[in-house]
């Protein structure tokens, strides 16, 4: 499931957080349990430092947790238009 098309650009103090993986989070991009009942687990962010991170938000990043900006080429991937045909 895509949460998002874009990163989640965010300031994280340092500590653990745990990154949604399954996209089913209300609490995106974080986890919120949503993932039970799935294959899905979400996967640990280990933020050293305070600063700021991009956190995927299409879940296709190769990176996970972080944006690697494949979510750029899933958007040229989205299905054509349909075209109304007239007559
Ligand atoms: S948001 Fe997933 S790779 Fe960028």
Avoid: N
Avoid at 13 to 20: I, K, L, N, R, V
Avoid at 48 to 56: A, D, N, T, Y
Avoid at 59 to 67: E, L
Wanted: with cysteine; net charge positive; aromatic share 6%.
């Amino acid at each position: 499931m895509q949460a998002k098309k874009q990163p989640h650009v965010v300031e994280l103090a340092p500590g653990d957080y745990y990154w949604c993986a399954c996209g089913r989070s209300k609490r995106q991009p974080y986890c919120d349990g949503s993932h039970r009942g799935t294959t899905f687990s979400p996967i640990k962010v280990e933020q050293r430092e305070s600063g700021q991170v991009k956190l995927c938000g299409c879940k296709q990043s190769a990176t996970k947790p972080y944006c690697d900006c494949t979510h750029e080429k899933l958007q040229l991937r989205l299905p054509p238009r349909i075209r109304r045909r007239d007559g």
